[in-house]
Nanobody, 123 residues
Framework: VQLQASGGGLVQAGGSLRLSCAAS????????MGWFRQPPGKEREFVSA????????YYADSVKGRFTISRDNAGNTVYLQMNSLKPEDTAIYYC?????????????????WGRGTLVTVSS
C-alpha cells in the first residue's frame, strides 16, 4: 500500500482544512487508517483512526469535537476534516495504514506511512 497525503496549508486560527490521503493497493478497504502529526520540535503524536468499515473512530483528546475522520473505500481515500483550528495544531500530518482491525492509536501498529503534509495555523 502506498499513501499520499495532501490538503495541508496555511490557515488562520479558527479556520478549517480538509486533509486527504490517497491509497493505492487492493487491500485498502480492509485496513484501519490513521492520522498522526509531528509538531515542530516535538515527537509524533496520534490524531485519529478509523476502522475499515468506518464504524469505529478514535480521536486524541486534543482534537475531539473539532476533527472528523472519514473514508471512501471505493475511492481509496481517507479524510481528516479539521475545524476550529488552533496554533497548536501546527504540524506535519501523516496518514498511515495497518492490517490491525481495531482503531489503534499506537504508531508502531501501522505498517505503511505516507509522506506528510504541512499544516500551519497562524494566530
Amino acid at each position: 500500500v502506498q499513501l499520499q497525503a495532501s490538503g495541508g496549508g496555511l490557515v488562520q486560527a479558527g479556520g478549517s482544512l480538509r486533509l486527504s490521503c490517497a491509497a493505492s493497493g487492493r487491500t485498502f478497504g480492509y485496513m484501519t487508517m490513521g492520522w498522526f502529526r509531528q509538531p515542530p520540535g516535538k515527537e509524533r503524536e496520534f490524531v485519529s483512526a478509523i476502522t475499515w468499515s468506518g464504524k469505529s473512530k478514535y480521536y486524541a483528546d486534543s482534537v475531539k469535537g473539532r476533527f472528523t475522520i472519514s473514508r471512501d473505500n471505493a475511492g481509496n481515500t481517507v479524510y481528516l476534516q479539521m475545524n476550529s483550528l488552533k496554533p497548536e495544531d501546527t504540524a506535519i500530518y501523516y496518514c498511515a495504514a495497518t492490517t490491525i482491525v481495531i482503531a489503534t492509536k499506537t504508531a508502531n501498529d501501522y505498517n505503511y506511512w505516507g509522506r506528510g503534509t504541512l499544516v500551519t495555523v497562524s494566530s
